[in-house]
Nanobody, 117 residues
């Protein structure tokens, strides 16, 4: 079992920045891709950005150039640096991870991000 704990959410003004963190613990042997998803009220959960254990990234077009995903494998932690934030970035942000040779997805509890003046 992999346990994911997110932190760093909150209220930010348009144009501002936030940094989310997600630390994995438990049975993290062969931890593979870690990712951030977000879900706004009444909408589906969408991928924001993902990063493999080797550092390859995939970033959604809607946040490309504004959000950066990074990872510290020694700390089993993934980060999401969010800059130039917009009201439409408002959502609950979820951390997700998987392991090599497994089709199980692990999820964090989510952290609220609100962009408003």
């Amino acid at each position: 079992q992999v346990h994911l704990v997110e932190s760093g959410g909150g209220l930010v003004q348009p144009g501002g920045s936030l940094r989310l963190s997600c630390e994995a613990s438990g049975n993290i042997f062969r931890l593979n891709t870690m990712a951030w998803y977000r879900q706004a009220p009444g909408k589906q959960r969408d991928l924001v950005a993902a990063i493999t254990s080797g550092g390859s990234t995939n970033v959604a077009d809607s946040v490309k150039g504004r959000f950066t995903i990074s990872r510290d494998n020694a700390k089993s932690t993934v980060y999401l640096q969010m800059n130039s934030m917009k009201p439409e970035d408002t959502a609950i942000y979820y951390c997700q991870a998987n392991k090599l040779y497994s089709d199980i997805d692990y999820w964090g509890q989510g952290t609220q991000v609100t962009v408003s003046s």
